[in-house]
């Protein structure tokens, strides 16, 4: 398995993320939340995912951009454990709620952290 995050991976439907807000279920793991929805794509992938980061807490989009950055690259290394396992299509959305900035390290232990709650829930319902 290669460790991409190609474009037709990313979450961009304005549709489907207002369902995925509106029916979707949510794990979560502090500093990350997890938002996602069993759905169908057109495309052949097994999850779409975006990431947030609040306005509220983090006023500088440099902060921002540089979390979403860390959140990403974070997904992109760790998706392969968690993803092969889906057998239907999921859309993913991954928020940062956090007050403080984050390092890389504290994001990787919370992304394993979140996507294990995440394949436990799934598991059992």
């Known amino acids: ?12 439907s304005k ?25 169908a794509f057109d495309e052949d992938v097994l999850a779409k995912t975006g990431v947030s980061v609040s306005k509220r807490y983090f006023k500088k989009a440099v902060d921002r951009n540089r979390i979403k950055r860390l959140l990403r690259e974070s997904y992109r290394l760790h998706k392969a454990q968690f993803i092969n396992d889906l057998e239907t299509q999921h859309a993913f959305m991954i928020l940062y709620v956090g007050k403080e900035k984050p ?9 394993t952290a979140l996507f294990e709650k995440f394949s436990d829930k799934r598991s059992n319902p």
């Open 103 to 111: 390092t890389c390290s504290q994001v990787e232990k919370r992304m």
């Open 1 to 12: 398995m290669t460790y991409t995050y190609p474009k037709k991976e990313k979450l961009k």
């Open 15 to 39: 549709k489907l993320i207002d369902q995925l807000f509106s029916q979707g279920k949510s794990v979560s793991a502090y500093p990350l939340r997890l938002v996602y929805l069993q759905t």
